[in-house]
């Protein structure tokens, strides 16, 4: 079955930087791309960003560009978000999800999530 | 970037009840558009894409309908399990977008 498990998170100053991991098994990672989204405490959800299969394709919210840089290793079935320069409202849960791409393309694996806390 | 709109931001429902939550781009996404189920802390789940189109695994009791720019979640008859937030997201172009959700809970 598909599994995603995100790590990395943690508490981390205003202006540092955090390397989130998202290592998935249960299907052909390669072959698909993968999406970070976010929810702030008690907020909804955020869409931050995508990677393609071969990783030659990036796309993130306005909110994140130039800050956050989605990558990913297909050897070892992981995808990364190396999010520089963080922000108080950076803090949220980050899940990684599965994109499927057919005729729609939709998230149709979600992680658990891994809670970044930025705080002094 | 296109804007997505949910209404309403939150409802009451009782277990047996019809329920509708509707969801408005800022422009056309054709049949783009995708919903899924949350429940607090856990992760969100895929319920319909392509506007239309049952996940597998989900009841049929939940059924989506539009295209362009308006579109619908609806819910047959709501069961104690589906009181949860709805999300509707665009995967029309990137970057990507959720609406704000929608809370259903209990009348």
């Known amino acids: 079955q598909v599994q995603l498990v995100e790590s990395g998170g943690g508490v981390v100053q205003p202006g540092r930087s955090l390397r989130l991991s998202c290592t998935a098994s249960g299907f052909t990672f390669s072959s698909n791309g993968m999406h970070w989204v976010r929810q702030a405490p008690g907020k909804g959800l955020e869409w931050v960003a995508l990677i393609s299969y071969d990783g030659r394709s990036k796309f993130y919210a306005d909110s994140v560009k130039g800050r956050f840089t989605i990558s990913r290793d297909n050897s070892k079935n992981t995808v990364y978000l190396q999010m520089n320069s963080l922000r108080g409202e950076d803090t949220a849960v980050y899940y990684c999800a599965k994109s499927f791409c057919g005729r729609d393309c939709y998230l149709d694996y979600w992680g658990q999530g891994t809670l970044v806390t930025v705080s002094s | ?107």
Request: proline share 6%.
């Open chain 2, 1 to 107: 970037d296109i804007q997505m709109t949910q209404s309403p931001s939150s409802l009451s429902a009782s277990v047996g009840d019809r329920v509708t939550i509707t969801c408005r781009a800022s422009q056309s996404i054709s049949s783009y558009l995708n919903w899924y189920q949350q429940k607090p802390g856990k992760a969100p789940k895929l319920l319909i894409y392509g506007a239309s189109s049952l996940q597998s695994g989900v009841p049929s009791r939940f059924s989506g309908s539009g295209s362009g720019t308006d579109f619908t979640l609806t819910i047959s008859s709501l069961q104690p399990e589906d009181f949860a937030t709805y999300y509707c997201q665009q995967s029309y172009s990137n970057p990507q977008t959720f609406g704000q959700g929608t809370k259903v809970e209990v009348k």
